[in-house]
Structure formats: structure tokens, C-alpha cells
């Protein structure tokens, strides 16, 4: 079994910041591919940021410049320091991690279940 699980979301105000954490756990051989995403009502989930084992960053435009996405790998977990947020950042905001899980040959998505993010402007 592999779990993935979120924590971080709260409220703030337009201009603050938040970071979300994200850790993977449970039977792992191996982590690739970290990422968040957000989900706004009524549409696909969107790309937030995103993370590769070898440290190379991906981010949206809308994240460009206020997030910074980063990991821990030996705790297999990713980070998303968002700062100078504004109420359209409001959403669920979600972490994939694309796992190998131990006794496998080859590797899955697992989400966690999401946190809130709320921006008041």
C-alpha cells in the first residue's frame, strides 16, 4: 500500500503565504515525478507545479514567481511555498506522487485527498 497525504491549506489573507506539505508513504522502492495540482469547481484538475527526482521544476504561469515548489527525498515528501496569494488561488489544492511501490516493476499515480487554500481579498 501506498499513501499520499496532504497538510498546510488554511485561510489567508490576499498577499500572505502558505506552504503545503505532502508525504508519501508506506511500501516504496522509489518516488519519481512530485506535483500539485488544484481543482477550481466545474473543471479538470490544473497543474500547479511540479517536481522531477532530479530536481528539475515545472511550474504554471499562474504559479510563476510567487510559488516555489521543493523536496525532501530521503523523507519522500514535496513542498509548495505559495507567497503574495490572491483569491483566485483559492481551491483544493492536490499532490500526485508517481511511486514504484516495493515488489513492483512498475510505478503508479497515488493522490492524497487535498487541502483547502482560502485567500480573502
Known amino acids: 500500500q501506498v499513501y499520499v497525504a496532504e497538510s498546510g491549506g488554511g485561510l489567508v489573507q490576499a498577499g500572505g503565504s502558505l506552504r503545503l506539505s505532502c508525504t508519501a508513504s508506506?511500501?516504496?522502492?522509489?518516488?519519481?515525478?512530485m506535483s500539485w495540482f488544484r481543482r477550481f469547481p466545474g473543471k479538470e484538475r490544473e497543474l500547479v507545479a511540479s517536481?522531477?527526482?532530479?530536481?528539475?521544476?515545472n511550474y504554471a504561469d499562474s504559479a510563476k514567481g510567487r510559488f516555489t515548489i521543493s523536496r525532501d527525498y530521503r523523507l519522500n515528501m514535496v513542498f509548495l511555498q505559495m507567497n503574495n496569494l490572491k483569491a483566485d488561488d483559492t481551491s483544493v489544492y492536490y499532490c500526485?506522487?508517481?511511486?514504484?511501490?516495493?515488489?513492483?516493476?512498475?510505478?503508479?499515480?497515488?493522490w492524497g485527498q487535498g487541502t483547502q487554500v482560502t485567500v480573502s481579498s
Open positions: 500526485e506522487a508517481i511511486v514504484r511501490p516495493t515488489g513492483v516493476s512498475g510505478a503508479n499515480n497515488f
Open positions: 517536481i522531477t527526482s532530479t530536481g528539475t521544476t
Open positions: 508506506g511500501n516504496i522502492a522509489s518516488v519519481g515525478l
